[in-house]
């Protein structure tokens, strides 16, 4: 039986780490496009943040090489990275075992999110069994640093909320605790705003994406379609 996994990998020397080191505020995700040599590019979205800060991080990043924006919608970015190193020449300083990293590219594991912190890489992934989690996660406990958030049998329902990002959950009970769904309201946007540090635009678009989050999670897979 498969197992999911959520889990942090503690190494700068991971790909776009400077670049969310920079982004303050800003939610970084990238998925890896397979099946183009050695330096597969990065497509990079960017939830938040000052644009113009992460702009700049892209452009003047070590390993970046080059960069493209693709597309906006609201406060989400989407960009296309060439990276400017292989995996093998990115890590080649900060890992004593690069065979092994090659080993774990072959592993019987998929990786479905990926999230850059300043520090490292913030993932959730499919694992066959605990062997294979377990070599996966000995890797980096040995050659960098690994600390496991999650691991559930990939048949247990997740509680509501588990795909919340850490600051859709902060708005929503920023929000909640100071009464803004209140009737009246004990709280306005301008004031989660506020307390959040961010945008009233950006406050409003993190309580819609929780807010669609939990409706996806609980009450939409029981609704009938619609009547056409």
């Known amino acids: ?19 969310a080191d920079a982004a303050d505020g800003a939610t970084v995700t990238l998925e890896l496009q397979y099946n183009h040599g050695d330096r597969p590019p990065f497509l990079v979205t960017v939830q938040e943040g000052d644009r113009a800060a992460v702009e700049n991080a892209l452009g003047s990043a070590a390993d970046v090489g080059e960069w493209t924006h693709i597309g906006d919608a609201g406060d989400t970015r989407r960009y296309q990275v060439l990276p400017a190193f292989s995996f093998e020449e990115q890590l080649g300083d900060a890992l004593d075992d690069l065979r092994g990293l090659e080993a774990l590219a072959t592993t019987d594991a998929i990786i479905d999110r990926i999230e850059v912190l300043p520090g490292g890489w913030r993932q959730t992934g499919w694992f066959a069994d605990r062997e294979t989690f377990g070599r996966f996660a000995s890797f980096w406990r040995r050659n960098a640093g690994f600390r496991l958030h999650r691991l559930t049998r990939q048949s247990d329902p997740e509680p509501p909320g ?42 409003s678009e993190r309580l819609r994406r929780a807010q669609t989050e939990l409706i996806e999670e609980t009450v939409a897979t029981t609704w009938p379609p619609l009547p056409t």
């Open 1 to 19: 039986m498969g197992l999911v996994a959520e889990f942090d990998i503690h190494c700068e020397a991971l790909p776009l780490t400077a670049v």
């Open 162 to 203: 588990e795909g919340l990002t850490d600051r859709q959950d902060e708005a929503l009970r920023t929000a909640y605790e100071r009464g803004y769904f209140e009737i009246p309201r004990g709280a306005s946007l301008e004031e989660i705003a506020a307390e959040l540090g961010i945008s009233t635009s950006s406050a």
